[in-house]
């Protein structure tokens, strides 16, 4: 191919951007796309959508996608070969990596490669056909491995932690207010759930009729991006304060001024494992945060209007 191996990495990064375009190109657009790009030399690079491809003997392309077609390289491609819906058939060789999509790649005798990905596909490999580096097959089309579960446990540890600590502070800081609204939750469910309907139906509305005017738009935005995220948190550490709470009173601990702190952090931990379950784990979660909303405001509007003094009629003064 003569080129260094920097040289081929460099070259692999600049074929990226036009590459990737291409395949949006080809997304977008969809039927009958197709181009070619001219350059000098092995500097061509091929782009056909709902057709077929073929590299002649005698040619030399630098890089050939196709989307919903087939590739033939008969002659050499210096770096990529992809093929997305479609079949791939290799009797010349291609210099870098051969990507199938959706098809099958056959590699033919004296056909020369270096890495093979299929995904979601299948080989065909004749005696003397070379591959000078690797073959990987996946059924996804990005597959992360421990990489991703690394990351997703990560993640999850964190934001427990940062949920743990909101709780904490938030029990130390308006214990009273915390456990009043748990205590809305337990005791008046039902006016739970109508307040967080009424918040959660009226406050989308009532945000996107405020982009409507200019004047509005951060309304709106603030609505969507502050006050519903923080009802929601708010009320999720409600429900889990609550059920921590209970598991204390459940496991026999009495009544201390730590209590509420420790039930905070118990009940988070708790309800962010339930979280882990596939399917009925991210509903449990997402539902909490939504009734307990609904508690934390109905005690918010409640309790002033029960504290209001009753006006006391004077009590007649008996007859002399």
Known sequence: MGSTPAL???HAMKRWIPLLMLLVASLVFGAGAGAQTPGDGDDDLIFRANGDVTVARDEVIEAVIVANGNARVEGSVTSTLWVISGDAIVEGSVGDDVIVIDGTLELTRG???ENVTLIRGTLERADGAIVSGTITEQNALISLGWGAAVFSMVMWLGVTLALVVAAVVFAAVAGRHLAGAGEVVRHRFGASIVTALVL???LPILAVMAFVTIVGIP???SVFLLVLPVLWIAGYLVVTTRVGD????WAGMDERPQRLVIAAAIG????QVIGLI???GPLIVALSGVIGSGALVYRTVERPLRLQPAVIEPEPQPAV
């Open 8 to 10: 081929r990495k460099q």
């Open 268 to 271: 988070v931990v708790l309800f």
């Open 246 to 249: 209970a598991v204390l009173g």
């Open 111 to 113: 056909a020369e490669v």
């Open 200 to 202: 959660w139906i009226a």
């Open 219 to 221: 309304l709106g935005v």
């Open 278 to 280: 596939p399917g009925i």
